[in-house]
T-cell receptor, first 113, second 114 residues
Framework: GAVVSQHPSRVICKSGTSVKIECRSL??????MFWYRQFPKQSLMLMAT?????????EQGVEKDKFLINHASLTLSTLTVTSAHPEDSSFYIC?????????FGQGTRLTVV | AQSVTQPDIHITVSEGASLELRCNYS??????LFWYVQSPGQGLQLLLK??????LVQGIKGFEAEFKRSQSSFNLRKPSVHWSDAAEYFC????????????FGSGTRLQVQP
């Protein structure tokens, strides 16, 4: 199947700093990418939907100024967690939309200390 | 609004035993149903999906699932579990073939005893 590469897989940052997470579709073009967040022992919750060349659509309760999403090309979407705080520590997973289904990245474990 | 319920948070089975993970959904139209597996610290791997047609679908790693519209269920089964099947399993529902975001259940953690 198609491959979505997410980087980094793990990151530890200091409180107040920003972290960028990249999501690349390696062998297909993803006009739409989804960003999910997963708290420990919980399910995936959709944060936002990004469409190439346009602004992302955020789910209710997700701060768009804190979670900046850029989808500048058909193969790359980025999520930047700005001014990160310990409560932002979580597992973030992206998903790229192929022709018939969505393909998931490996996820990024963010720890804010 | 669509929702997915996985009643079992944690299941333990012996290696070689059969497995059934339950999934119930609530959706106002024809659902598109998925099962994913997640190993610790990893992303999601698609096991199988149901869009239409035969209600018994076969997936990878020997898994199968049966769509029962009358029961709003899409239970995952495997006749003989292997130790490597220990992981978290998520059922998900979507409005179409995956062209929009999925709604996930809370997951079932499978433990396999030797």
């Amino acid at each position: 199947g198609a491959v979505v590469s997410q980087h980094p897989s793990r990151v530890i940052c200091k409180s107040g700093t920003s972290v960028k997470i990249e999501c690349r579709s390696l062998d297909f073009q993803a006009t739409t990418m989804f960003w999910y967040r997963q708290f420990p022992k919980q399910s995936l919750m959709l944060m936002a939907t990004s469409n190439e060349g346009s602004k992302a659509t955020y789910e209710q309760g997700v701060e768009k100024d804190k979670f900046l999403i850029n989808h500048a090309s058909l193969t790359l979407s980025t999520l930047t967690v700005t001014s990160a705080h310990p409560e932002d520590s979580s597992f973030y997973i992206c998903s790229g939309l192929g022709d018939t289904e969505a393909f998931f990245g490996q996820g990024t474990r963010l720890t804010v200390v | 609004a669509q929702s997915v319920t996985q009643p079992d948070i944690h299941i333990t089975v012996s290696e070689g035993a059969s497995l059934e993970l339950r999934c119930n959904y609530s959706y106002g139209a024809t659902p598109y149903l998925f099962w994913y597996v997640q190993s610790p610290g990893q992303g999601l791997q698609l096991l199988l999906k149901y869009f239409s047609g035969d209600t018994l679908v076969q997936g990878i790693k020997g898994f199968e699932a049966e769509f029962k519209r009358s029961q709003s269920s899409f239970n995952l089964r495997k006749p003989s579990v292997h130790w490597s099947d220990a992981a978290e399993y998520f059922c998900a529902v979507g409005p179409d073939t995956g062209r929009r975001a999925l709604t996930f259940g809370s997951g079932t953690r499978l433990q396999v005893q030797p």
